[in-house]
Each structure stands twice: as structure tokens, then as C-alpha cells.
């Protein structure tokens, strides 16, 4: 960097969650009660706001006023005072030019804000994955809820949760209605407005004074979702796509082949919060864009006994020095696919790189042999399979260094 550093930083409010809080239903038809169970029915909110908060549940769908689209979740209900039950994501499901109109809906951000907006105190957001891609904002108190607890707040309501869900999507049809039920939801947080984060980067010259001019961006995030309510390792999401790039690093710093063009490696920091470190390199680039050959990330690779190449088929002069090294050496099953164009919203790194006009690969595994668990406590070192992660490495390795010597390959 300009600094002198190894670090691009960049702005990236956060909060430490301290405890994991509480959900409990404090009355419902039979006044029921009943104090729900950290980890198996609920995850403290990542941002949320520290008190606790308690009101009437109203489910409201998707929790999207999309009135130019013709649905409004929030149409003719009340939700001042009240405990939203929302969805995740999107009534609309197609990957297409549609899709566009939806994409600013499908933000967690956008969400809480109109609950806020609407008086709403408190949400229990349906899909129970640890998350800090949302927004603190002053008194409004959530938790993540599993599709179980949903169902059984149902209960009592005529209606099944999964068939409601169901034909909303459907229909794109809203169906919010009031439950007449209580909650109750506890959370001990503390936001850090002003924070800050970083990518941590590295690079290997090139060797060749025509060819170092161009360079390969190595990439994969290197924070996790931290530790709301207990620790969240992130073993294989995603310890194991920046092990697996600092063991190829390690190959090729050490093995005295020197590369002719130049390798930049970038550790991405505020992935989960929502891909900070990879838009602010490609907001303020490392390398001038149109020397780049490409940009490969790793997300996710350390469970399984195949490769997969996402993007390869439409790039065949990228995938084709990793296919040669796979026969020769890994005898790995090795699948490949088209790039294709994602109507949504960017979701990983490499997605921030495509929309950027950067020629991209994303390297995972196929044929699971552990269970994945996502944003999940669990995802520890048990849950990775360290072969695959070696044979990773040396692909990326053997890979590599094929596409920063072979002088055929082109710049798109
Ligand atoms: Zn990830």
C-alpha cells in the first residue's frame, strides 16, 4: 500500500453481540409459555440493539412495500408496537431481467428499515443462520429464528407456516396477518459505529519485464461471522479458502520457479458484513483493471473429494492450466460451468469482481463427506476434510503458476 502496510483498510461498523440473549413466547391461545433454546431454535441478532423488547407477533411475509410491483406486505396491517415474524429474501424466485426490479428488496438493511419505519420494536427473522450483514439500528431488538419455531407459532392460527410461505411465492401474493401470540426477545449487543476493517494483502512479483506488468488476483475472505452468542469458527467458510491460498503462496514463494507475471493475493476482511473488503478493491484498485487476467476466489473449499470451477466453461484459456494439472497430477473429479449473469444481489467476492467487468473463477468442492454447517457454531475444524484442502492448494499452485507463464494467455 501507499502506507507502506500490507493492509487496505476500509470503514465497517460492527457489533459484539455479549450473551446470546433471549426469545420466549409469553402468551398465546392457552397462555402458553415457553423459553426457547439457544442454539437449536434461535441466533441472537448480529446487530442487534442491546434491551429487550416485547409485543403482539404479526407475521408480514417477506416484509417488502414494493408498491410499484403491485405487493406490499405490510398492506392494510398494523405492525406499531408489534413483533414482526419475516422472511428472508424474496417472494420472487427467477433469475432474470425481473429480478432487477426486486434486487433492492432483497437487502436485509432495506428490510429492518421499513419495519423500523413502521413502528415495529422487534423482529424474529426466519432461517436460523448467524449473520451480520444487517444494520443496528437504535432499539429495534432481532433474532433469528428457525423455520420449526415459525411453524409452531403458527399453531393455534388455522394456517401452517409452510404452506403460507409457500403460496406466497407462488402467488407473489402477500399474506400478513396478526398470530395472537406475545414474544419476548432479549438481546445484549454493542455497536461500534466508526469501526473500521481490512484486507491483508500479498504479492509476488513477476519475473519477466514484459509480462510482471500483468497480474492474477488470488482472493478469499478472511473473516467469519464472529461470535454471536458463542464462537462461529468458520472453519470451512471460510478458514479454508484462505489456508488453501496461503499454502499455494507458501509453494510458490518457495519453490524457486520464478512467475513472469505478477500474483497479488488478497485476504478479503468484511465479507459477511457484506462484501466491504472486495468492493473497496475494486473501488480502489491494487492493479490497473486492464492488466488483470483474472481474479480466482476461494470460498468454502475444504469439505469433499471433487473440484468444482465455477465460470470455467465460458474462460476455457483460464480453466484449462487447472484441468491439466488435475489429470496429470490430483485425478480429482473436476466439474466446470458457464458464467453466468446474476440478476441479484452480489452475494460473494468473486460476484463483486464479475459486476466489475473482471474475468472470474470461483474454486470450490464437490462430493461433501462431512455435513455443512453454515454460520453455524459447528463449523469447526471437524468439519473439514484436509485432503481436499491439499490437493486445493496444490492445484492452485500448479494452476498459477501456468497462467502467469504462458504467454498465449490473454487479457479479456
Ligand atoms: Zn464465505
Given at each position: 500500500m501507499s502506507d507502506g502496510t500490507y493492509l487496505q483498510y476500509f470503514p465497517n461498523a460492527y457489533s459484539d453481540v455479549l450473551n446470546h440473549g433471549s426469545v420466549t413466547l409469553l402468551a398465546g391461545i392457552n397462555n402458553q409459555y415457553k423459553d426457547y433454546k439457544f442454539p437449536d431454535d434461535y441466533f441472537p441478532g448480529s446487530n442487534s440493539a442491546s434491551g429487550t423488547v416485547s409485543g403482539e407477533i404479526v407475521y408480514?411475509?417477506?416484509?417488502?412495500?414494493a408498491t410499484e410491483l403491485?405487493?406490499?406486505?405490510?398492506?392494510?396491517i398494523d405492525v406499531k408496537g408489534k413483533i414482526l415474524l419475516m422472511e428472508t429474501g424474496l417472494p420472487y424466485n427467477g433469475n432474470?431481467?425481473?429480478l432487477l426490479k426486486w434486487e433492492k428488496y432483497s437487502y436485509h438493511r432495506y428490510k429492518f428499515q421499513r419495519a423500523k419505519e413502521l413502528g415495529a420494536v422487534g423482529l424474529l427473522y426466519i432461517s436460523k443462520i448467524a449473520n451480520p450483514n444487517t444494520s443496528y439500528l437504535e432499539g429495534f431488538v432481532y433474532a433469528h429464528t428457525s423455520e420449526s419455531v415459525a411453524e409452531e407459532l403458527f399453531d393455534g392460527t388455522g394456517r401452517k407456516y409452510s404452506e403460507t410461505n409457500a403460496a406466497i411465492k407462488k402467488n407473489i401474493q402477500p399474506n400478513s396477518f396478526a398470530i395472537n401470540k406475545k414474544v419476548q426477545i432479549s438481546a445484549s449487543t454493542k455497536h461500534f459505529p466508526d469501526s473500521r476493517s481490512c484486507n491483508v494483502v500479498g504479492i509476488i512479483e513477476g519475473a519477466d519485464s514484459i509480462l510482471k506488468s500483468e497480474a492474477i488476483i488470488l482472493g478469499a475472505h478472511l473473516?467469519?461471522?464472529?461470535?454471536?452468542?458463542?464462537?462461529?469458527?468458520g472453519a470451512l467458510d471460510n478458514a479454508s479458502g484462505s489456508v488453501n491460498i496461503l499454502a499455494a503462496a507458501k509453494a510458490l514463494a518457495a519453490s524457486g520457479v520464478k512467475p513472469a507475471r505478477t500474483i497479488l493475493f488478497i485476504f478479503f476482511g468484511g465479507e459477511e458484513c457484506g462484501l466491504y473488503g472486495s468492493t473497496k478493491s475494486v473501488e480502489s484498485p491494487l492493479w490497473t483493471k486492464e492488466k488483470v487476467i483474472c481474479m480466482i476466489n476461494l470460498d468454502m473449499v475444504g469439505n469433499g473429494t471433487g473440484f468444482r470451477i465455477s465460470n470455467g466453461k465460458s474462460f476455457p484459456d483460464l480453466l484449462s492450466p487447472f484441468a491439466d494439472a488435475n489429470e496429470k497430477y490430483l485425478h480429482r473429479d473436476l466439474s466446470s460451468s458457464e458464467a453466468r449473469v446474476n440478476f441479484g444481489r452480489p452475494r460473494t467476492d468473486a460476484a463483486v469482481f464479475d459486476k466489475a467487468g473482471y474475468r472470474t473463477l470461483s474454486l470450490g468442492t464437490t462430493g461433501n463427506v462431512k455435513p455443512v454447517y453454515y454460520h453455524?457454531?459447528?463449523?469447526?475444524?471437524?468439519?473439514?476434510?484436509?485432503e481436499i484442502m491439499e490437493d486445493s492448494a496444490k492445484l492452485l499452485y500448479l494452476g498459477i503458476l501456468e497462467l502467469a507463464n504462458n504467454p498465449n494467455i490473454g487479457i479479456y
Open positions: 408480514v411475509g417477506f416484509g417488502i412495500s403491485g405487493y406490499d406486505d405490510y398492506k392494510n432474470d431481467s425481473t473473516d467469519a461471522v464472529g461470535s454471536p452468542g458463542c464462537l462461529f469458527p453455524h457454531p459447528l463449523d469447526n475444524t471437524d468439519a473439514l476434510t484436509p
